[in-house]
């Protein structure tokens, strides 16, 4: 079974524009996210989808392989279904393959077992006799440390059935706690992680629909798959590390490279 890690990368940012090409480290942000990438022992390739050219070069000056692909997307996921069908009959004659993974440009310390346990979430229920055989998407979650992180809205939260589907995501405190007016327990709660794992057939039929109305007002993509019907498998993690979002978030990362190396 083909795994392919593709790292979504928009050029343009609200809080931090151009941040994929920050480079205070000596190496671009987008550089140790796909070093890191590539560093996981599942996947088979690892790629750029990107929206600007600026990108593409960057990519190309530490070796890694970059599509071009449209500025007009809404999703990340949606950048990688172009980047699929373009690298399909382009010079890195990638194979079709069967899982692919969307990693966040904006995580240079992500952890290389997550990303090989979330491809595995998949590919140990392909030949499931249980339900989980029906899932075509999986995404990860870990506990929250305090109650500070539930109420944050940058922070997504999800909450999952028995079997570990995915009941809804959202910005806003989920389970909303009543007799505590809002946030109860911190281990009531999961935080979500925004990489994702999807069947190639069911990427290419999710980025086919429209964006959905809650989709719209929460800013998650994966609400899409929950507004139409289709089921989101949630694997749980150790959280061990924050996107960057912010120029501040980026100087406490470069701080942290900095004394690491």
């Not at 079974?1 to 524009?17: D, E, H, N, Q, W």
């Not at 059935?161 to 281990?187: H, L, T």
Request: glycine share 4%.
């Amino acid at each position: 079974m083909k795994v392919l890690a593709v790292i979504p990368a928009r050029y343009g940012s609200t809080r931090f524009a151009g941040k994929v090409l920050a480079k205070d480290t000596g190496k671009f942000l987008i550089q140790h996210t796909y070093e890191r990438a590539c560093l996981a022992g599942l996947p088979d390739r690892v790629i750029i989808a990107a929206d600007d050219e600026r990108v593409i070069a960057a990519a190309d000056s530490f070796g890694a392989e970059c599509v071009l692909t449209s500025v007009e997307h809404k999703s990340g996921t949606d950048r990688i279904a172009e980047a699929i069908s373009k690298i399909q009959n382009s010079k890195f004659k990638i194979q079709n393959s069967d899982i692919v993974l969307n990693l966040q440009a904006d995580e240079p310390e992500i952890d290389p077992e997550n990303i090989d346990y979330l491809a595995e979430l998949l590919i140990k229920t392909q030949n499931s006799k249980l339900k989980t055989q029906n899932y075509g998407m999986a995404t990860l979650a870990a506990d929250f440390q305090n109650a500070e992180q539930i109420a944050d809205p940058n922070i997504v939260k999800v909450i999952t059935d028995c079997n570990n589907k995915a009941i809804y995501f959202s910005r806003a405190p989920i389970p909303y706690n009543r007799e505590k007016s809002g946030v109860g327990k911190v281990q009531q709660y999961l935080r979500h992680i925004g990489i994702y794992a999807y069947r190639r057939e069911f990427l290419l039929k999710i980025t086919a629909l429209p964006q959905t109305p809650l989709e719209k007002i929460e800013k998650l993509e994966q609400l899409r798959a929950i507004e139409n019907g289709f089921d989101i498998l949630v694997g749980k993690v150790e959280h061990t590390c924050d996107g960057i979002d912010t120029p501040e978030q980026y100087a406490e990362f470069v701080s942290r490279y900095k004394n690491s190396v």
